[in-house]
């Protein structure tokens, strides 16, 4: 495990981040209007960049190029931002709500799996005596 966080390593960290103060803050706030519009659209911009850097990251071994089932999820919140755009667009906001709550739950698990799984660098930063 290395202990260095490369540059894609660190634009990931700090836009997840983000991600999750944005979107813990858009769930506590009243919906709707301007403020609402310009921290929501701060969130996807985020969450589309976490889940694009999430696939320069290192290697797994013994996965298929390099790729394991976290990368599920990134596909999983490219899904869920593209629909919630598209419904939000139409004036679904009910269907536009569930897709971003999605994302946002996508986001918080893979967090955790940042942060608990033994062979993350983020779980070896913080734990590693």
Avoid: E
Avoid at 16 to 36: E, F, I, N, T, Y
Avoid at 40 to 59: H, K, Q
């Amino acid at each position: 495990m290395s202990a260095i966080l490369t540059p894609i390593g660190g634009l990931h960290l700090v836009t997840a981040s983000w991600a999750m103060l944005a979107g813990g803050v858009q769930l506590a706030l009243p919906k709707g209007g301007d403020r609402h519009r310009w921290l929501g659209r701060s969130w996807v911009l985020a969450m589309l960049v976490v889940a694009l850097s999430s696939f320069g990251l290192g290697a797994a071994p013994g996965r298929a190029f390099g790729f394991g089932p976290i990368h599920l999820l990134s596909l999983w919140v490219l899904w869920c931002l593209w629909a919630a755009i598209v419904r939000v667009r139409a004036g679904h906001i009910a269907a536009h709500r569930r897709y971003v709550i999605g994302a946002y739950i996508g986001t918080i698990v893979a967090g955790l799996f940042a942060v608990f799984g033994p062979d993350r660098w983020l779980h070896h930063t913080l734990f590693a005596l």
